[in-house]
């Protein structure tokens, strides 16, 4: 069993160091179920751009000795590629006003030892102390119950998310291709799930 990895969180220019590490943990861990990514550097270096480029952009990292072991990121989600905006501008809340969580990747061995919600801890901690945030969201993919490739056994994040105040937003879904393994670049649906800080004591 591991050791519980330390967690530490960077902001704006600072995340800059550690972008190649979480390059590396999206590759490793989304090749799996249910994002059944193939790893592609140059996809990683246009997506991660973003994060670098905006001033309110946070990673979290669990690190342990001197490896990155997971990592999970944010930015406002007006810095980030049009399409992540795309449903909030058709029938969402004003984009201005949401936070928006990318991904939160963690090897399976660091699992289970509460590096998840150390995760969301930091990240929403990060959004309310900029101010001017209502929401923090996330979007997940769709994937069918029959498909074939789920793994037996699989059991989904939503309980999860459901209990750190998260709600699924049915039809706030985008469209994002990427490198599927054995299918090359296909689209995927994307549903987003949103918590609502207004009335919350800061």
């Known amino acids: ?6 967690i530490r969180h960077v902001s704006g ?9 979480v390059a590396r943990l999206r590759i490793a861990v989304f090749r799996d179920w249910p ?13 991660l ?18 490896r990155v072991v997971g990592a999970s990121t944010g930015l406002p989600l007006a810095d980030d590629a049009p399409a992540f905006a795309e449903p909030f501008r058709a029938s969402g809340p004003p984009v201005e006003q ?3 969580f990318g991904e939160s990747v963690l090897l399976p061995e ?20 900029l101010g001017g945030f209502r929401w923090t969201a996330f979007c ?36 994002l291709p990427w490198n599927e393994r054995g299918r090359g670049e296909v689209g995927h649906a994307l ?8 009335g919350v004591a800061a």
């Open 110 to 129: 660091y699992r289970g030892l509460g590096v998840g919600h150390a995760f969301f801890d930091r990240r929403e901690a990060h959004a309310r102390a």
């Open 140 to 175: 997940a993919v769709d994937r069918e119950e029959d498909d074939p490739r789920r793994p037996a056994g699989h059991r989904p994040n939503d309980a999860f998310w459901h209990g750190r105040g998260y709600a699924r937003q049915p039809g706030m879904t985008m469209q």
């Open 1 to 6: 069993m591991p050791s519980t990895p330390r």
């Open 191 to 198: 549903t987003f799930w949103l918590r609502d800080w207004s």
């Open 98 to 100: 949401v936070f928006y």
């Open 13 to 21: 220019t600072a995340i800059e160091p550690w972008l190649d590490d």
């Open 49 to 66: 751009s973003a994060y670098a480029r905006s001033p309110d952009s946070v990673f979290v990292l669990a690190i342990d000795g001197d």
């Open 35 to 47: 994002y059944l990514y193939e790893g592609d550097a140059a996809y990683e270096r246009d997506y």
